[in-house]
C-alpha cells in the first residue's frame, strides 16, 4: 500500500513569497490533516479535513495560509506571504475514518521550509 | 488551555536496558491516548495507543500504561535496541474540537 505522498521535500524562500506544498493522502483515507511542527516541537494542527470538507482550521493563520482539498483526494497548503517564523516542516497525514481524531493517522515525509 | 506535559526531552540508555517516558495532561475527558515514534526525516509513525476504559495495553517490548486519576500516562520500551533510537511523542484528544495535542517529544539514544 503506498503512502502519503508530500512534495517538494524541501523549500527555501524568502520572506513575503508564497509556497504551495502538496499532498496525496492513501487511497480512500477520508480524514487529510496538514501539521506545522517546529524544530524540537511536537506537530500543530493547522487543518483537518473530511473528504472536501473543512472539520477543524481553528489553529490556521488564515490571513496568509490557506488549504483546500479538492475532490476529496489531493490536498494543497499555501503560504502567502511567508514569515520567518513559517520556517518549519509541514506535515500531511491521512486517516481512513471519518473524523479521525481517534485513530491513527498516517504521516507523509513532510516538506521542510526555510523562510530567509 | 489544553496541553501535555511530556518528560524527559532526552533520555539515554544502554543497549538491552528499559526506557521510560511519561505524560501528564490537563483535560479529564480525554479518552484516546497514542504514541508515536518520529525518526529523522520522517513523518511521526503510530507504535502504540490506548483508550480511556483500559489500564494498560502491551505490544512486544513495547507497553502503555494509563491513570486516569493521576492524568498521566507512560510508554515502557524493554530490551532496548539500536533501531528504537527515535524521538517519541505523546498525544491525546482535546476537549475542544478533540483534535490531538502532542507533547514536545522525547529523543530516545540507545547506546551500544
Known amino acids: 500500500e503506498a503512502g502519503v505522498a508530500q512534495s517538494p521535500r524541501y523549500k527555501i524562500i524568502e520572506k513575503r513569497q508564497s509556497v504551495a506544498f502538496w499532498c496525496n493522502p492513501i487511497?480512500?483515507?477520508?480524514?487529510l490533516y496538514w501539521y506545522q511542527q517546529i524544530l524540537g516541537q511536537g506537530p500543530k494542527l493547522l487543518i483537518q479535513?473530511?473528504?472536501?470538507?473543512?472539520?477543524?482550521d481553528s489553529q490556521l493563520p488564515k490571513d496568509r495560509f490557506s488549504a483546500e482539498r479538492l475532490k476529496g483526494v489531493d490536498s494543497t497548503l499555501k503560504i502567502q506571504p511567508a514569515k520567518l517564523e513559517d520556517s518549519a516542516v509541514y506535515l500531511c497525514a491521512s486517516s481512513p475514518n471519518p473524523g479521525g481524531f481517534d485513530t491513527e493517522a498516517f504521516f507523509g515525509q513532510g516538506t521542510r521550509l526555510t523562510v530567509v | 488551555g489544553e496541553n501535555v506535559e511530556q518528560h524527559p526531552s532526552t533520555l539515554s540508555v544502554q543497549e538491552g536496558d528499559s526506557a521510560v517516558i511519561k505524560c501528564t495532561y490537563s483535560d479529564s475527558a480525554s479518552n484516546y491516548f497514542p504514541w508515536y515514534k518520529q525518526e529523522l526525516g520522517k513523518g511521526p509513525q503510530l507504535i502504540i495507543d490506548?483508550?480511556?476504559n483500559v489500564g494498560e495495553k502491551k505490544d512486544q517490548r513495547i507497553a502503555v500504561t494509563l491513570n486516569k486519576t493521576a492524568k498521566h500516562f507512560s510508554l515502557h520500551i524493554t530490551e532496548t535496541q539500536p533501531e528504537d533510537s527515535a524521538v517519541y511523542f505523546c498525544?491525546?484528544?482535546?476537549?475542544?474540537?478533540?483534535?490531538?495535542?502532542w507533547g514536545a517529544g522525547t529523543k530516545l539514544i540507545i547506546k551500544p
Open positions: 498525544a491525546y484528544s482535546g476537549r475542544s474540537n478533540y483534535q490531538l495535542i
Open positions: 479535513f473530511q473528504n472536501n470538507g473543512v472539520v477543524d
Open positions: 487511497s480512500g483515507h477520508a480524514t
Open positions: 490506548i483508550r480511556s
